[in-house]
């Protein structure tokens, strides 16, 4: 009998609760109901370091908000982000053999407008005040505003900035032995002459001929692509049309394709981070959020392996260009179904952006928060010291969320335009140039191994016509992808 009492009395407490919690609430919005929870599954893309950080928060959410309103949240990892989408648009199109689609999934732009376009994504407007809205930066919510009537399909949750990474121990060494200047990291420009300069200091090391070692590696060639378009003020996706300058390509060509096939920049691994951990390279061009994966030593074979530090630095720009830089991370897009299921989502989402919640996700996960109040770096530094990241780390991503910061204050953020066949053209933009890059590295290095020297074989690839031939294709390939989409 004690135990039944004690147990109604559990119920009208939270009863209660809830009551109160809801007074003063828009008389407009669903009144959930804790007695019959609204359960919400969510797909997103975060494993690791940020797969733990988001399962701790909905845990929390589930043991707090959600029990005293009535919301019961359950999320899964479909892998990567291309994974992740590919499922989205396999689901949205009911695919044979494909899963129903969860209630909030994390998405890029483009595959939110694949699925708002089938009529499936509900506006998440209705359910924040104007003044809440105006709490988040202005950049983030207007990435979320996919078509021309403005709703909001996309919540912003953790965005990221490109950051130059850079291997300060094997840096200082050269830096002594040359005089190279950090300053010279600030534009492409300087990162390629760097890198020249680090491949002959390297070779000079040993008697071997044409053994230097690479200096750079880079994520994402998309937004090389991209954002140095931008930065060189043209856009290579404008409303839509396919627009990519030849000029400023050539200058994207010439400060990748060329130092590529000359040996200064590389690509080993699946991630840069990756090629810095075997040594191949000395920096990287590479998102903030994965700042977390940088090596804190270096292999030099199974058994050896010597300690680093990492210094972060903006990424560069090109010179006489324009500051922008890019705004990437995923949002979470909700699908269309009653009220109160949309109105519960939106409250898990709000509750996850806020502030000091937000900011311990960015921690754990090298993301950005999306609110200004969150974009702070004493609230961020504060979270990292009490994190449970390793010294070292914790050192690492502070000066990582520091150069973020300092490059969202002085840059413009920009992404591209949702537009039908947009995650295909993105894919071109992806590989053509790097694979280009890499087909002919390694017939130049067949050549070198036939007798010739490295400049000899460079010289028959670096052309004005094979240029040409491949700006040429490459455009091709931009068409053919919008059009098969």
């Not at 973020?404 to 591209?416: D, F, K, N, R």
Request: proline share 4%.
């Amino acid at each position: 009998m004690k135990k039944w009492i004690a147990l109604c009395g559990a119920v009208l407490a939270l009863g209660l609760l809830t009551a109160c919690s809801q007074t003063g609430r828009d008389a407009s919005l669903p009144r959930l109901d804790p007695q019959n929870p609204v359960s919400l599954e969510i797909w997103h893309y975060y494993n690791g370091p940020q797969k733990t950080a988001f399962d701790t928060m909905v845990t929390e959410f589930n043991e707090t908000v959600g029990l005293e309103q009535g919301i019961v949240v359950e999320a899964f990892s479909q892998g990567s982000v291309n994974e992740l989408a590919a499922k989205i648009a396999d689901s949205a199109a009911q695919k044979v053999g494909s899963e129903e689609l969860p209630n909030i999934f994390a998405a890029y732009a483009d595959t939110a407008f694949l699925v708002d376009g089938l009529g499936l994504l509900a506006d998440l407007d209705p359910y924040l005040t104007d003044e809440a809205w105006s709490g988040y930066r202005a950049e983030f919510i207007e990435e979320g505003r996919i078509r021309a009537d403005g709703g909001l399909k996309i919540f912003p949750v953790a965005k990221s900035v490109e950051l130059l990474m850079l291997n300060r121990t094997d840096w200082d060494k050269f830096s002594s032995a040359t005089g190279a200047q950090l300053s010279d990291l600030e534009t492409f420009e300087g990162i390629t002459a760097t890198a020249r300069a680090y491949y002959a200091w390297t070779d000079s090391l040993t008697d071997a001929p044409d053994d230097g070692k690479a200096f750079l590696g880079r994520d994402a060639m998309a937004n090389y692509c991209i954002i140095g378009s931008r930065q060189l003020g043209a856009e290579v996706f404008g409303d839509g049309t396919l627009v990519p300058d030849k000029d400023v390509f050539r200058r994207l060509w010439d400060n990748y394709y060329v130092p590529y096939i000359n040996g200064w920049f590389t690509a080993s691994g699946r991630f840069r981070s990756d090629s810095a951990r075997m040594g191949d390279i000395v920096a990287l061009v590479g998102s903030s959020s994965g700042s977390i994966y940088f090596p804190s030593a270096v292999s030099v074979s199974d058994s050896e392996s010597y300690r680093i530090t990492c210094t972060v630095l903006p990424a560069p720009i090109f010179a006489g260009g324009e500051r922008y830089a890019v705004q990437q991370g995923a949002g979470m897009c909700v699908i269309k179904s009653d009220s109160a299921t949309e109105y519960a989502a939106s409250l898990f989402l709000k509750w996850f952006t806020e502030p000091e919640r937000n900011v311990a996700f960015a921690v754990s996960s090298g993301y950005l928060p999306v609110q200004n109040a969150a974009l702070d770096p004493d609230l961020i530094d504060a979270a990292l010291d009490q994190s449970a990241l390793e010294p070292g780390v914790a050192v690492r991503m502070k000066e990582a969320f520091a150069a973020a910061l300092e490059q969202i204050s002085v840059s413009t953020l920009y992404t591209t335009q949702a537009f039908e066949g947009g995650n295909a053209c993105r894919a071109v933009l992806e590989t053509s140039m790097s694979q280009q890059a890499e087909t002919d590295r390694q017939a130049i290095d067949a050549l070198v191994a036939g007798g010739l020297s490295r400049a000899e074989a460079v010289a028959g690839y670096d052309t004005d016509e094979h240029f040409d031939a491949w700006f040429s294709q490459f455009c091709i390939e931009l068409e053919a992808a919008r059009s098969a989409s």
